[in-house]
């Protein structure tokens, strides 16, 4: 199992049947009896079921015949002390859990909503990148804290493949930062773009049908990459006990063909952010004619954190690649190079989150910024059309001020009319009061703009115009307890306000139907006429006295 390993000839004790580890003595011929091996090389004892350390202070003080040792520890336990690996896994976990502190203050900034939802534009696009963000900071920090144990076990085991284990869903996670940090930019581009006039660009065109489509193409390659890797059996990773053992087992399956086709797919992601890029600033910033101008423009335009942090992905996908070809720099080896180790591995992915988070604290949220926006053109237009709005303390100072609820103000306003039912209440009462103001200005009138002042002055005098409608009577209020009759007894005073000279003969018990002039209705012969908007009024009647609705 190991090198150096001397199953038949055990250190030299005081006979042949005696063995010495450090100064203890075992029974030899017990010891091969149930099969075990001695490993100078780590100072283990195993027959391939149990495994023993025998360096002090863990060497056993004996064993039975029976095969048990006394005082024995077994061998995959952390009971070395911490090394470099540890030391500087523990550092890169405080800066990583630090970071997850400062993106959750920037998703709960970026996250809240100052504006209606739009369907267009879900509010859980703009959070996808602070949600990636949190996952690579959990994946790290369970991936260092895991790899202390690394340094810790005398047996290479089970830490090494968990440590690597959310290494590599860092890597997928970190590539997923930054394609949603581009995605949403290009989102954010396009809101701005289109919210002066939301007609201005098709959703079912061939930009709004590449940008459906490249998410799910990304993401395509990304899950790709995470079942050609994760899915896997790592236990051939732990066969680090001997070089032996390392070149027989550990470098191929660490340098396989599907490592090396999950690199390939990574760097397909990371030209997919970039055609995600180049698509935004193409249909969403201003066009540059010739080729050296459109490479300074696309690079003028993108925003300075992608310039930083496209490289940086990059890098990541860089190292994975090397790692799938050179087994000495990978942090699946176990006595790995830690410096290309924790600067390839480690310190892209926290560079990347460093700087979404203070590109987080720099920008405003977007509502508030697209309300900031609306603001400015309005502004603008108002001095186009030479508009001065005052400022919002002018309503307070004045006290024109709308507090309370939204249902608050519409109780006020209706108390303002009068409340409950509303509308018959009040035009009773103001028919009222105009036919009171009818019968008291009737005999002092002499002159007036409006046709019933006329007609009101001519028969206050005791004479009229000849063939003139009398006036009409005063207004009686109804004081039954049926609202429909309420109603028609209003509809029937508005109307002999506004027609004076059409009078309504019907009795106050009979139906709704009012003729007017008392003249019914006849169909017209073949020689008349006929037209939908002819009146029913006699042309040899005087004509209509038609009052103005201020009169009423």
Same mark, same amino acid.
């Given at each position: 199992m190991f090198l150096l390993s001397t199953r038949d000839g055990f250190p030299k004790g005081d006979n042949a049947t005696d063995t010495i580890?450090?100064?203890?003595?075992?029974?030899?011929?017990?010891?091969?009896?149930?099969?075990?091996?001695?490993?100078?090389?780590?100072?283990?004892?195993?027959?391939?079921?149990?495994?023993?350390?025998?360096?002090?202070?863990?060497?056993?003080? /004996?064993?039975?015949?029976?095969?048990?040792?006394?005082?024995?520890?077994?061998?995959?336990? #952390?009971?070395? &002390?911490? /090394?470099?690996?540890?030391?500087?896994?523990i550092g890169f976990a405080v800066a990583f859990a630090l970071c997850l502190i400062f993106i959750l203050v920037n998703l709960k900034k970026h996250g809240e909503l100052h504006l209606?939802?739009?369907?267009?534009?879900?509010?859980?696009?703009?959070?996808?990148?602070?949600?990636?963000?949190i996952f690579v900071c959990a994946t790290a920090l369970v991936g260092l804290f895991t790899g202390i144990d690394?340094?810790?076990?005398?047996?290479?085991?089970?830490?090494?493949?968990?440590n690597n284990f959310f290494w590599y869903l860092m890597q997928i996670g970190i590539i997923a930062v930054v394609w949603e940090g581009v995605r949403h930019w290009g989102s954010w581009m396009e809101r701005q773009y289109i919210d002066p006039n939301p007609f201005v660009l098709q959703q079912n065109d061939k930009r709004g049908m590449f940008?459906?489509?490249?998410?799910? @193409?990304?993401?395509?390659?990304?899950?790709?990459?995470?079942?050609?890797?994760?899915?896997r059996n790592w236990g051939a990773i732990?066969?680090?006990?001997?070089?032996?053992?390392?070149?027989?087992? #550990?470098? &191929?399956? #660490?340098t396989d063909g599907r490592f090396k086709a999950g690199t390939f797919l990574l760097?397909?992601?990371?030209?997919? @952010?970039?055609?995600?890029?180049?698509?935004?600033?193409?249909?969403?910033?201003?066009?540059?004619?010739?080729?050296?101008?459109?490479?300074?423009?696309?690079? /003028?335009?993108?925003?300075?954190?992608?310039?930083?942090?496209?490289?940086l992905a990059l890098a990541v996908v860089a190292y994975q690649g090397l790692c799938s070809w050179d087994f000495g720099l990978s942090p699946l080896n176990a006595k790995t190079n830690l410096l290309a180790m924790y600067l390839g591995g480690y310190a892209p992915t926290f560079l990347i989150l460093v700087i979404q988070i203070i590109a987080g604290f720099m920008r405003p949220n977007e509502d508030r910024e697209l309300l900031r926006q609306r603001r400015?053109?309005?502004?603008?237009?108002?001095?186009?059309?030479?508009? @001065?709005?005052?400022?919002?303390?002018?309503?307070?100072?004045?006290?024109?001020?709308?507090?309370? $609820?939204?249902?608050?103000?519409?109780?006020?306003?209706?108390?303002?009319?009068? /409340?409950?039912?509303?509308t018959g209440r009040e035009v009773e009462r103001l028919a009222e009061r105009r036919a009171a103001e009818m019968e008291s200005d009737a005999a002092t009138r002499n002159s007036g703009i409006e046709m019933n002042g006329i007609r009101g002055a001519n028969s206050a005098r005791g004479g009229g115009i000849p063939g003139s409608a009398p006036p009409p009577p005063p207004y009686t209020p109804y004081g039954g307890k049926s609202d429909q009759r309420r109603s028609e007894r209003t509809v029937e005073a508005v109307a002999g306000l506004l027609f004076?000279? #059409? $009078?309504?003969?019907?009795?106050?018990?009979?139906?709704?139907g009012l003729e007017v002039a008392n003249e019914q209705p006849r169909r017209p012969g073949t020689n008349e006429r006929s037209s939908s908007t002819a009146s029913g009024v006699s042309t040899s009647g005087p004509p209509q006295q038609i009052r103005s609705m201020l009169d009423i």
């Amino acid at each position: 199992m190991f090198l150096l390993s001397t199953r038949d000839g055990f250190p030299k004790g005081d006979n042949a049947t005696d063995t010495i580890f450090h100064n203890i003595h075992f029974n030899a011929s017990t010891l091969n009896y149930w099969n075990y091996t001695y490993y100078p090389i780590n100072g283990t004892l195993s027959n391939g079921s149990w495994c023993m350390l025998m360096n002090p202070p863990y060497t056993p003080k /004996g064993i039975l015949t029976n095969g048990t040792f006394i005082n024995s520890t077994w061998c995959y336990l #952390a009971t070395d &002390p911490i /090394g470099d690996r540890a030391r500087a896994g523990i550092g890169f976990a405080v800066a990583f859990a630090l970071c997850l502190i400062f993106i959750l203050v920037n998703l709960k900034k970026h996250g809240e909503l100052h504006l209606p939802a739009e369907k267009r534009f879900y509010p859980i696009g703009r959070r996808w990148q602070w949600y990636w963000s949190i996952f690579v900071c959990a994946t790290a920090l369970v991936g260092l804290f895991t790899g202390i144990d690394v340094d810790r076990y005398h047996v290479v085991e089970l830490p090494i493949v968990l440590n690597n284990f959310f290494w590599y869903l860092m890597q997928i996670g970190i590539i997923a930062v930054v394609w949603e940090g581009v995605r949403h930019w290009g989102s954010w581009m396009e809101r701005q773009y289109i919210d002066p006039n939301p007609f201005v660009l098709q959703q079912n065109d061939k930009r709004g049908m590449f940008e459906l489509w490249l998410p799910i @193409i990304f993401y395509l390659w990304l899950w790709l990459n995470f079942f050609l890797i994760i899915p896997r059996n790592w236990g051939a990773i732990e066969l680090q006990r001997s070089p032996e053992q390392t070149i027989e087992n #550990a470098i &191929p399956a #660490a340098t396989d063909g599907r490592f090396k086709a999950g690199t390939f797919l990574l760097f397909v992601a990371w030209c997919t @952010i970039m055609v995600s890029l180049w698509h935004s600033i193409r249909h969403y910033e201003p066009r540059n004619r010739g080729f050296f101008n459109r490479i300074i423009g696309f690079l /003028g335009y993108m925003p300075f954190r992608f310039t930083l942090m496209i490289p940086l992905a990059l890098a990541v996908v860089a190292y994975q690649g090397l790692c799938s070809w050179d087994f000495g720099l990978s942090p699946l080896n176990a006595k790995t190079n830690l410096l290309a180790m924790y600067l390839g591995g480690y310190a892209p992915t926290f560079l990347i989150l460093v700087i979404q988070i203070i590109a987080g604290f720099m920008r405003p949220n977007e509502d508030r910024e697209l309300l900031r926006q609306r603001r400015e053109r309005g502004q603008a237009l108002d001095q186009e059309l030479g508009v @001065i709005r005052k400022p919002a303390w002018w309503r307070r100072v004045n006290g024109d001020v709308s507090a309370g $609820s939204m249902r608050d103000r519409i109780m006020r306003n209706v108390r303002e009319v009068g /409340g409950g039912r509303a509308t018959g209440r009040e035009v009773e009462r103001l028919a009222e009061r105009r036919a009171a103001e009818m019968e008291s200005d009737a005999a002092t009138r002499n002159s007036g703009i409006e046709m019933n002042g006329i007609r009101g002055a001519n028969s206050a005098r005791g004479g009229g115009i000849p063939g003139s409608a009398p006036p009409p009577p005063p207004y009686t209020p109804y004081g039954g307890k049926s609202d429909q009759r309420r109603s028609e007894r209003t509809v029937e005073a508005v109307a002999g306000l506004l027609f004076p000279g #059409a $009078s309504t003969n019907t009795p106050e018990g009979r139906g709704r139907g009012l003729e007017v002039a008392n003249e019914q209705p006849r169909r017209p012969g073949t020689n008349e006429r006929s037209s939908s908007t002819a009146s029913g009024v006699s042309t040899s009647g005087p004509p209509q006295q038609i009052r103005s609705m201020l009169d009423i």
